[in-house]
């Protein structure tokens, strides 16, 4: 109920008002909001302003959204309308505790309002407040229980609170009360009456597989495989309702049923390892010699398989290895297949298998320079081509094993045989970088990007080496091939968050002493995973109503470990070395107003050119951030319209990061994300251990010592740290506590 009422004319006004923000028409919203409030005796009416607030978020005008809602409620504090607008402008603002403690006050006035309820438990799942999203699916559920959606979002609350029970009795109420309705009518009616793309009995297959997952997760497997056995063929897809139950029976020991599921699995697909591994677990092979006889048999019925012949490989040891694997080679060398040794990576982990790789290579390479054949039995025998995929393959080979003069003698061998082929280029450029010879190696790969410049991987190739041998404008002009027509290149990587050229461009920058640069592309690195973190927002709803549990409960775990993946690792220990250098002061080189001071001796018309340079750089920047806070074009009215504003990118300023006072805490922002995803990572913790060392924080410095030694104890950096450790130790004075518990837990040397 309005604690403030207002006179029939304003009343009918506001119910317009509200229709107008629910169809996003903003400006008509707005008309009607300066109807109300333009009366002297409705100026200050509450719900009102914090409607006009909303209208204003949705046009883009933050601020002034902000202090129209921030009035409504000063005006009425009781009402659920203005808090719960309160709650939506600090959503927007991704102040997501605040919108928390809005959308439950709005609750308290109006403990039904099933809108603020729903945006309290997508803020509550968000922010995993785990409890909470429960207990908000609990009322959403007594208020709609005939929903769906009801029903999916109790059930997924008491799963991921890990009450399994609970969450598996509430889907199997749901299941019972759809078994009476008629599936193929309802999704005829729903996919032409509706206009949806899929069927009713589609949806219903999601919760069978959800409800199968739940079961799984709570530990009982001879349930979940009951339940699979019970509904499966209500479940649309076929191919894993098979493996599961292959799973389910291996778990139970059901070793006959396990076989014969993973032989009909390879039947239809003979590309995927793990059926063949399972099928080895299932059949209990446990010698060698056993699981070769199944892998051979597998090879004959399927001899197109490249899975098959790869296990063999893995398996098979001595001269039946050989064999097999000069088939391999030979077939490679004849196809021209450039990724053949990709494949054969685990033969460098074993020396024999290396050795024997090396020898077939070497062979292959001189009988086909005498005979043109891989034997002197029958010579002339292979085509032209053979000779130049077998100097391809050796060379990729030895700059494997780091013989770098040899790789690079052989790969020019292939280029005289046959100048034309891009690969070869490519490799010349590897083997070139792994030789340090960084110019040289841009220098080949832009002959092969030369020579098919519309090849998207190529370019981008070329661009990484150009990084890596410090030629950043050159890079990012490269890059500018592949990029939208008329939008600048790095504009364009950024928006569509091209972490990997970011990632080079911040070891490039550091390289050159840009620390201010290095660290900018660092933080819009760790700006691209919030911003994946801030997308999950839209699905909360969308999965419930659209029956996707399963998919949905991927997503959240998947934004849980996101930092697990990608770059942020390699960006985060980036940022910290950058950080650490600039507290112990061992900048090579200080910057004031844009000019290295190393510059000195530099005539004045170099001085000049760098002096231009810092300031054009300087306007760029200045020009991103203009483009970043621009207000959105008045002839685009009907995308405003359509679509409220998101948050403003922010745009982070090179200067600004270097001159920052708190390099410490800058690092151990970037370092918190791995110490809670990446702890069996001993990096990690090497990297507590020297920023925790210059905060000067023993028992920090101690906890970051015993993780990295339960990892490796005999890692020369823990051993170095240890000694740095027991120093810091034994002359610095500590608090009595800290005192005690250090000694509690000495580290001996």
Known sequence: MASQSLPPKEA???????????DKQYKNGLRFAKQILGNSKTSEHG???????????????????LDSVKKGLKSDLKSHVCWHSYGLVNRAERKYEEAIKCFRNALRFDPENSTALRDLSVLQVHTRDLEGYRDSRHQMFQLKPTQRASWSGLAMSYHLAGDYEMAVQILEEFRKSQKNVNRELVGHFMKKILNKKNDYDYEHSELLL??????????DIAAALKHLEEYGDGIFDKIQVFELKGKFHLLLKNYEEATQIYINLIKRNQENSLYYTELVAAKQLESPEEVVTLYSEYKEMYPKSRVIKLLLLKTLTAMPFESELDLCLKTAIRKGISSALKELRFVYSDSSKLEILQRLLNQYVVNLKKHDSFDDISPNTENPSSMLWAYYLLANHLDEVKQHDEALKLINLAIDHTPTVVELYMLKAKILKHSNELYQAVQSMKEAQSMDASDRFVGSKCAKYMLRAGQIEEAVEMMGNFTKPGEEPLGYLDETQCTWFLVEMALAFKKKCKIGEALKKCFEIKRYFEEVCEDQLDFHLFAMSRMRLCAYLGLLRLEDNLRKYGFYERTAHIAIGIYLDMHDGTKVEAVTNGVHQSVAHLNESELRKMKNKAKKAKRKEQDEKAKAQIKPNPGNTKKSEEEPEKPTKKVFNAEE???TKTPLDEAASFLKPLQELLADRIETHLAAFEINYRKGKPLLMLQAIRRAQAIDQEHPTV?????????????????????SILEENHIKI
């Open 47 to 65: 719900e009102t302003l914090a409607m006009k607030g909303l209208l204003l978020l949705g046009l883009g005008k933050k601020e002034e959204a």
């Open 12 to 22: 009918a006004a506001f119910k317009r008002l509200m229709k107008c923000y629910e």
């Open 210 to 219: 959800y409800q199968n997952v739940v079961i799984q997760e709570s530990g």
């Open 719 to 739: 051993k170095e740290n240890i000694k740095r450790y027991s120093e810091y130790i034994s002359s610095t004075k500590q608090s009595n506590i800290v005192q």
């Open 657 to 659: 990061l270097e001159a």
